[in-house]
């Protein structure tokens, strides 16, 4: 009752946080910048989020600003979990006796280490119980599709680090591919292109700003300029440029043919009664890729299936988490594995025991509790040290 249900997607490039009953309360970059210190062992936070993402590339020597994850995977396991912790005390406060309920969102080609990570890292930020749900059947949930009807239903996801590309029936993933091509490589892409073709350097942020103001996933009738500034590799001195749409359109096009073959890879594998559902239906694109210009006209002409850009693309897999974890009965069995419970043998919630104590620990004190004879110095199960 007094437990907030939270839906997280844990994003390459953003956080997003879904609150049971408010909506979506939070979007903030996946970055954290560190000060490394002299004399200290372990590097300072120094900033997270927005904050953080402002120091890119600007920052003195002794400060990093760097992404925890990468690929739609942790990179970084400690700095994710303070990453998540500063974001559930950003929405829940400080102070809070009632640790919330987190369903967390992953990409559906991950393994099992990667998925443990990502449990483990919320149940040490401070969540109570902890659920995966995979990133495509969280992005459908969010775009209001029916999934749960024996009808077909395909869903393109592309966000920072991955594009997941599935067809869902009956609640559940039936054909999925998840390719490591998105935004972010798209900010690679850019960024080589503009080094190899003007002798330019530019930065991630820079490339991101090329990308969002004048990219577009085909040529244009009428072209887009923006001036660029950055690096002259030659001189050595800073040199502005003018580019146009159609050369940023160049340099993302072997990026986007890769996400087009997995979606061609998808539509192959999916069974004929299914791809006559996707024929009527059209595909649904969401993710912050599908704000790209042109993108949903280009897997139209490229597959010959209708392409279709859902409601708030980008809030699409935080909303779907959120809503999954309200409806948790009916989805669990499209779960990615059991959840953790954060609980004590003590009657508390204690933070070592969840973190430590794994089930065989459990059992082994409780066999060595039940070894013990009646008349010991205690006749309770003994219990890890917090």
């Known amino acids: 009752m007094f437990t907030k249900q939270i839906g997280i997607d844990l994003g390459t490039a953003n956080v997003i946080v879904y609150v049971r009953g408010k909506g979506i309360v939070l979007t903030e970059p996946s970055v954290v910048a560190l000060a490394h210190d002299d004399g200290s062992p372990r590097p300072r936070i120094v900033a997270v989020g927005e904050e953080a993402r402002l120091m890119l590339g600007r920052t003195p020597g002794n400060i990093t600003a760097q992404k925890p994850m990468r690929d739609g995977v942790i990179a970084d396991y400690v700095i994710t979990e303070y990453m998540l912790k500063y974001f559930i005390q950003k929405v829940c406060g400080r102070v809070n006796f009632f640790h919330p309920e987190l369903m967390i969102c992953v990409p559906s080609g991950v393994t099992s280490v990667e998925r443990r990570a990502v449990k483990d890292a919320a149940i040490r930020a401070g969540a109570r119980t902890a659920h995966l749900i995979e990133e495509p059947l969280a992005a459908a949930i969010g775009a209001n599709i029916p999934i749960s009807g024996p009808s077909g239903n395909l869903i393109i996801d592309i966000g920072g680090g991955t594009a997941e590309i599935a067809v869902i029936s009956l609640g559940g993933i039936v054909v999925s591919r998840s390719v490591r091509a998105a935004g972010n490589r798209l900010d690679e892409a850019i960024a080589n292109f503009v080094r190899k073709r003007y002798n330019l350097m530019i930065g991630e942020r820079t490339a991101e700003d090329v990308k969002i103001q004048i990219g577009s996933a085909m040529p244009m009738d009428q072209e887009l300029t923006m001036e660029v500034r950055g690096r002259d590799l030659i001189a050595g001195l800073p040199r502005t440029i003018t580019i146009g749409s159609n ?35 059209g595909m649904v694109l969401s993710g912050g890729g599908a704000l790209l210009r042109n993108m949903d006209k280009l897997l139209t002409q490229v597959t010959g299936v209708a392409c279709y850009v859902a409601e708030n693309p980008l809030y699409c897999v935080a909303k779907g988490t959120g809503l999954a974890l309200e409806h948790i009965d009916f989805f669990r069995r499209s779960l990615v594995a059991v959840h953790y419970v954060r609980s004590c043998p003590r009657g508390s919630t204690c933070s070592a025991w969840a973190s430590t104590a794994s089930t065989s620990a459990r059992r082994r004190s409780a066999s060595w509790a039940a070894s013990m004879p009646a008349s010991g110095p205690s006749s309770s199960p003994r219990t890890p040290s917090s």
């Open 247 to 281: 050369e940023i359109t160049e340099a993302m096009d072997p990026v986007l043919q890769q996400i087009i073959t997995s979606v061609k890879a998808v539509l192959e594998e999916t069974p004929p009664e299914l791809a006559s559902d996707v024929i009527d239906k």
